[in-house]
């Protein structure tokens, strides 16, 4: 298992919610399924919108501060950066995504040059 720090939301620009793991796949299920009680089941936020993954559970949690620290557009801008159209990771963790870069393109779409 890598240590990761990762954030779930309820939907495009809704409640969000930093967290960090030593097992992304589980924890995030554990999300999605509202297996325990907390601020992500009360607040719906089960959709995994970016994470990134750490050598050592201690940078994990080290960054996991640091973003909780952040304001809202902060958080916002990372997530944009990484996954512009807010998909839903969780294909790509559990090896059901269509692409490895799905998570950067967002769709099978590309633009034509003239």
Do not use: C
Not at 51 to 57: N, R, V
Not at 59 to 82: D, G, H, P
Request: hydrophobic share 35%.
């Amino acid at each position: 298992m890598q240590p990761a720090v990762y954030i779930l939301a309820s939907d495009r620009n809704g409640t969000l919610y930093a967290g960090v793991t030593s097992d992304l796949m589980a924890r995030t299920w554990q999300h999605r399924e509202h297996v325990v009680d907390g601020f992500s089941k009360r607040h719906g936020v089960t959709k995994l919108v970016w994470f990134e993954l750490h050598a050592t559970m201690e940078y994990a949690i080290q960054r996991e501060k640091q973003i909780k620290k952040w304001n809202r557009a902060w958080k916002l801008e990372l997530i944009e950066e990484a996954n512009p159209y807010w998909n839903d990771l969780w294909p790509e963790i559990t090896g059901q995504a269509k692409t490895l870069d799905s998570r950067f393109r967002g769709n099978d779409e590309q633009k034509q040059t003239r």
